[in-house]
Each structure stands twice: as C-alpha cells, then as structure tokens.
C-alpha cells in the first residue's frame, strides 16, 4: 500500500529565508507525485506534479521539487519565501496520473516570522 | 463552472440528524473524489467516482456514510444519523485524467 510521511509537523522561518519541506513516500511502481497547499479555511491548490521526465520540477509561487528515487523522497524548496507563503502544505502520492485515489501525508504547517 | 463547487461552505447538525453535502465537479472532469479532514489531520480518503460508478468505496467509515453521482457530474455524499466524530471538513476534488485534482473549498461539518 501506498504511504506518505511528512516528518515535520511544524516549520517556521524567517521572511526572505530558504525553505525545504520534506516529504517521503512508500510505493512500489513509479510514483506519481504531489504537492498541495491548503489556506486557513480554504481548499487545497496545486502547487506542483512529477510524473515523469526531468526530476526537478517547477510550480507556481516560486516552489520546486525534487524527486529522488533513490531517496524515495520528493522534497519542496523555495529560495526565499514571503509572507503570504504561510499555510499547510501537503505531499501526496497517486498510483498513475489522477485517476485513482491519492494518499496524503499529514501536512507541515509553515509559519513565517517578519 | 470554472471551479469545483461544494455547498453549504458551512453546516451545524444535531446528533443524529442526516446531512447532506453537495459537490459541483468542474464541467468535463469525468473523475471526482471525496476526502475528510479532520481538525489537524491529513485527508482521509472516502470514496472515488468514475463517471458515475464508484470503483472504490474503500474509504468510507461506516454504512451511515454514502455517496452517488448522477449525469457524471453533481455528487451527494450522505451521511445518516450524524456522530460527534462525523465532525470535519469534507473535501470534493475532481480531475481529468494527467492533471492532478482539484478540489473545491470543503464543507465544514459539526455535529452537535
């Protein structure tokens, strides 16, 4: 069965800092992976997909992921984040291109200091 | 419409009460989903549908709960004789095929 692990319940950081969310997953095909952010109060948007090719992969807002096969990893970065990039953030992990069920990991909730 | 639609955006509930939880998939979306988030968890998978039929059902906690989809579009997920625990957020998301989901802005159930 699939599964998904966010290690980090709770990241904060600085305005302008560098981020990195980390995310791994159990699965025993090719994975198709996931990135979501979720507002308070609101539902979950999109922030980037992997499902073949190039392993570092672009979203929206300025993040990208890195899909490490190796690792079974695929972790979030962002160079710099602001304000406005404080949220849930959820991993997850589908059996092919969103068919099927995805399953998430529990999420990491970033707060951000001025 | 341009976006996945879930009504009401709020709902209060006696114990015991059946509810109702609507969700307007984007047009031309033939997958739609149904996800619980409970307060400071992850989302629980409840159930999938492909067209109308739902090949996996696997999720749903219990027989009060149960979902249809008509005319490959609008579904209802019900849920009979509310439990305090039925209390989250329910989530709706529907995709097409390769694009990931997109979800719409949940309901948010409390069972008093």
């Known amino acids: 069965a699939q599964s998904v692990t966010q290690p980090d319940i709770h990241i904060t950081v600085s305005e302008g800092a560098s981020l990195e969310l980390r995310c791994n997953y159990s699965y025993g095909a090719t994975p198709y992976l996931f990135w979501y952010v979720q507002s308070p109060g609101q539902g979950l948007q999109l922030l980037l997909k992997y499902f073949s090719g190039d392993t570092l992969v672009q979203g929206i807002k300025g993040f990208e992921a890195e899909f490490k096969r190796s690792q079974s990893s695929f972790n979030l970065r962002k160079p710099s984040v602001h304000w406005s990039d404080a949220a849930e953030y959820f991993c997850a992990v589908g059996e092919n291109q969103g068919a099927q069920k995805l399953v998430f990991g529990q999420g990491t909730r970033l707060t951000i200091n001025p | 419409g341009a976006g996945v639609s879930q009504s009401p955006s709020n709902k209060v509930t006696e114990k015991g009460k059946d509810v109702e939880l609507r969700c307007d998939p984007i047009?031309?979306?033939?997958?739609l989903y149904w996800y619980r988030q409970s307060l400071g968890q992850g989302l629980e998978f409840l159930i999938y549908?492909?067209?109308?039929?739902?090949?996996?059902k696997s999720g749903l906690p219990s027989d009060r709960f149960s979902a249809e989809r008509t005319g490959g579009s609008v579904s209802t997920l019900t849920i009979q004789r509310t439990q305090q625990e039925d209390s989250a957020v329910y989530l709706c998301?529907?995709?097409?095929?390769?694009?990931?989901?997109?979800f719409g802005s949940g309901t948010r159930l409390t069972v008093v």
């Open positions: 047009s031309g979306h033939t997958a």
């Open positions: 549908f492909q067209g109308n039929s739902a090949p996996d």
């Open positions: 998301a529907s995709s097409r095929l390769g694009y990931g989901y997109t």
